[in-house]
């Protein structure tokens, strides 16, 4: 069923798209000037991803099945398959009202009016394809109809749908994260580009957690702990606010003291080293709320983060964090505390990667963001893994973090109560109904 993920992951990006739409709108209608180069960014995503590679999929091959199995999804079909139709002549009218607007040929409360109405049945088409058809299709589809359906989605020689496309349509919608306005989105005029690496290999355990004890006073926060990162790895842990996440990130770094248990790092056993002996033997952390030197400049910020580095290679590593973050480059000279939150966050992770860590510890970087700027936050994190980094993400928010992750840790309460690959948790109707509102 690998389709339903590469399915539900595009909706939840269609739905962050959507409301951050209608967000903008309602910035325009308050009297901020119309940018025509974000709306028209969007509009290319749209038609160019969804209304002529992934609807088509879905029609060609999942609704195909779903009618051949069972006639009671035959009226809902049929209503989304012609929304499906009406999808390019709806979009084609919305940028001719943009057109309009932006030539002043109408007034913006025109366009804006139009676009929630499109923003609207959007989001309705989605939640009626996730709430209607997804859980029909997964009772009533044989192994045979998903390999089927999996072989069409994840056809790596398909001009739709293959990899070359999909990292094209990545590079879409990094374009609306940077031409959007700061209050949604980066703020930058540059594209940017975020170029994947090569993928390494799984291999031995990096991180070793056995027995992990923490307390506030007599407050026991951390209940036993056991878990372990292999190098290359992304590992998740999920849980509620107050699980103890953070708390055992700290634990980690050395910040937060242990009452009991071990920490194994490279080989090494660190349960006694300061925190800035873990930090120089690679563990670096990009901490929750990012935590950003307000009046330094974006400069500083990333250097402070190399603080433990030869000089000679410091000049080279910005280099390489500014060419994955361009908006920290056009920016580099400003106090960090002039940033937009997304911007922030960009900028907690690059001055993280200045330590060149051996494992990355991301605290909830999805933390405060608008919508858009979440799957913008999972597309580094995303080309970081696939460039060979460990990293080991800390997330309240379940779906984002289980549908990157290679494995996962469920913590309730101080103590880890599930562990799988993403894919399994993020099928778990535990984790479902618990963390993902499903």
Request: hydrophobic content about 45%; some cysteine.
């Amino acid at each position: 069923m690998q389709s339903l993920r590469i399915i539900t992951e595009e909706h939840q990006n269609l739905w962050r798209i959507a409301t951050t739409l209608d967000q903008v709108a309602a910035e325009v209608e308050e009297g901020r000037p119309l940018e025509a180069g974000f709306f028209a960014s969007v509009f290319d995503y749209i038609e160019q991803f969804m209304d002529k590679a992934h609807h088509a999929k879905e029609d060609d091959y999942l609704f195909r099945l779903l009618r051949e199995r069972t006639t009671l999804a035959d009226a809902v079909l049929d209503r989304l398959q012609a929304e499906h139709r009406n999808g390019v002549d709806n979009l084609a009218q919305l940028r001719q009202r943009l057109a309009a607007a932006a030539a002043g040929g109408e007034a913006s409360t025109a366009f804006t009016e139009a676009l929630r109405i499109y923003t609207a049945a959007l989001k309705s088409h989605v939640r009626s394809e996730e709430k209607d058809v997804m859980p029909l299709a997964r009772e009533l589809l044989t192994a045979e109809d998903w390999a089927e359906i999996d072989a069409a989605f994840l056809d790596n020689q398909d001009p739709l749908f293959g990899s070359k496309a999909r990292a094209e349509f990545r590079e879409l919608y990094h374009r609306i994260a940077s031409l959007a306005p700061e209050s949604v989105g980066l703020g930058s005029r540059s594209a940017g580009a975020l170029q994947p690496g090569s993928t390494a290999a799984r291999a031995d355990v990096l991180l070793s957690v056995q027995g992990m004890e923490s307390c506030y006073g007599r407050i026991q926060a951390l209940k036993g702990i056991t878990l372990e990162v292999r190098k290359g790895e992304l590992v998740a842990l999920i849980g509620a606010n107050g699980a103890g996440k953070t708390t055992f990130l700290r634990a980690l770094s050395g910040v937060q003291p242990m009452s009991a248990g071990r920490i194994v790092f490279d080989g090494e056993d660190i349960s006694r080293l300061r925190a800035d002996l873990r930090m120089r033997r690679g563990i670096c952390q990009s901490p929750e709320g990012r935590q950003v030197f307000g009046p330094l400049t974006i400069e500083d910020n990333l250097r402070l983060g190399a603080y433990t580095q030869p000089r000679g290679q410091v000049e080279g590593d910005l280099e390489k964090v500014f060419a994955m973050f361009p908006v920290l480059k056009e920016k580099r000279l400003l106090p960090a505390g002039t940033l937009s939150g997304g911007q922030q966050q960009m900028l907690a992770i690059g001055r993280a990667l200045m330590g060149r860590p051996k494992v990355l510890l991301l605290d909830e970087p999805s933390m405060g963001l608008a919508p858009l700027l979440v799957e913008e936050v999972l597309n580094v994190v995303k080309t970081l893994k696939e460039q060979g980094m460990t990293i080991f993400l800390v997330e309240q928010n379940a779906f984002a973090a289980l549908s990157i992750a290679d494995r996962a840790y469920v913590l309730e309460t101080g103590s880890i109560t599930l562990t799988g690959t993403g894919r399994e948790l993020i099928t778990n109707e535990q984790v479902r109904a618990a963390y993902l509102g499903m």
